[in-house]
Each structure stands twice: as C-alpha cells, then as structure tokens.
C-alpha cells in the first residue's frame, strides 16, 4: 500500500510565497508521473502542475493559469514532490491535492488527503 502525504498549506497574503510537498509512503514501488491538483469551493479538482518520473524541468507540465509563478520538482531520493508557489493570488485559493501514478501497484493512481491553501488579506 502507498499513502500520500501533503504538507506546507496555509493562510497567505496575496503576493506571498508557499512551498507545498507531498511524501509518498509504503514499500517496494517506483512512482511514475507525480502531479499536484487543487479543488476551490463548488469548482472541479483541476491539474495545476504534473512532472515525469525523471524530475527534468522538459517533462514538467502546467495550468496557464500559474505558468511563471508556481514550479513543481520531485526529489525521487525522497519519494517527494514538491511545488513552489509564488505571486499567490486570491483565486489561487483552494485544497491542493497531490497524485502520484504507480502502475505497479493497484489501483495505479494514488491521491493525497489535500493541503488547504488560503490566500487573504
């Protein structure tokens, strides 16, 4: 079995800087593509940023709508991913929820419990 743990949520100004990770967990896996999501009050879960099993900055993807202001990496040594948040916006506010694709182990798609990102003055 794998768990998923995401960290480093919280209330934020607008501006402002947060740097989210999620730790993977179990035994005997090799994570494939790791991926970071968010999910606002009465919206769909939506990608915000995903990156291959290689960590390179080529096999990184992300939402338009945080090009320039967030990056996502992953520390494979760790079994981590993290996303680096900044310019944070007030509609950047939501749960974050990390994913991670283990095709080795069913059910090949495993998500997180979700960090709650508030962005406010």
């Known amino acids: 079995q794998v768990q998923l743990v995401e960290s480093g949520g919280g209330l934020v100004q607008p501006g402002g800087s947060l740097r989210l990770s999620c730790v993977a967990s179990?035994?005997?896996?090799?994570?494939?593509?790791m991926g970071w999501y968010r999910q606002a009050p009465g919206k769909q879960r939506e990608l915000v940023a995903a990156?291959?099993?290689?960590?390179?900055?080529?096999?990184?993807n992300y939402a338009d709508f945080v090009k320039g202001r967030f990056t996502i990496s992953r520390d494979n040594a760790k079994n981590t991913a993290y996303l680096q948040m900044n310019s944070l916006k007030p509609e950047d506010t939501a749960v974050y929820f990390c994913?991670?694709?283990?095709?080795?182990?069913?059910?090949?798609?495993?998500w997180g419990q979700g960090t709650q990102v508030t962005v406010s003055s």
């Open positions: 994913r991670a694709l283990i095709p080795s182990m069913s059910p090949g798609v495993y």
């Open positions: 990156i291959g099993s290689d960590g390179s900055d080529e096999s990184a």
């Open positions: 179990g035994s005997n896996f090799s994570i494939n593509r």
